[in-house]
């Protein structure tokens, strides 16, 4: 089948000069590429990216998450109720300066226990952790005393020392309730 334009140029080469009608007939076919891709495979795309979004963040099959957060919950609330706190004295020291000039670090203290019980075996024990507090802080510089990082360390170092003076006793954690340097 000969197009448009080939019929016509054998027709100006032959000399004749008719008019042709040509009929346009529709193109039969289906989509074309770029549309089948605009319309089909880029929804379905977004639908299976949207669903596993879905179920990813919770939204299908989420019966079991509930339960396990509200017992982690639960195991929080036991946790801050059965804690208990103590408060060691204040404790006076002269920092390690090197030089002429003094400085000194004033210090309260609270120790967070598991149980009531905790609390005579501490008292028993008190004089030997203030003893071990106080041999720490007075080889403190100033420097280690500096931003969160030098009061995070004190406050591990103070846990291991109290841990070790109160062995049977686990104390959880050492809370500073004033820290003042001069």
Known sequence: MRGVAEVMADQAIDGQNEDVEVEATPRKGGLSGKKLVLFVVVPLLLLIGGGAGAYFMGVFGGGEEPAAEEQVEEQM??????????????????????????????????????????????????????????????????????????????????????????????????????????
């Open 77 to 182: 609330e036991e946790e801050a109720q059965a804690a208990v706190f103590h408060d060691l004295p204040d404790m006076l020291v002269n920092l390690n300066t090197g030089g002429r000039r003094s400085s000194f670090l004033k210090l309260s203290v609270a120790l967070e226990l598991t149980s009531e019980q905790d609390i005579a075996r501490i008292e028993e024990m008190q004089p030997r952790i203030v003893d071990s507090f106080q041999v720490y802080l007075r080889e403190l510089r100033i420097e280690d005393l500096s931003g969160s990082a030098g009061l995070q360390r004190l406050r591990e170092e103070l846990l291991l020392r109290v841990n070790s003076a109160a062995h049977p006793v686990e104390v959880r954690d050492v809370l500073f309730k004033q820290m003042l340097v001069q």
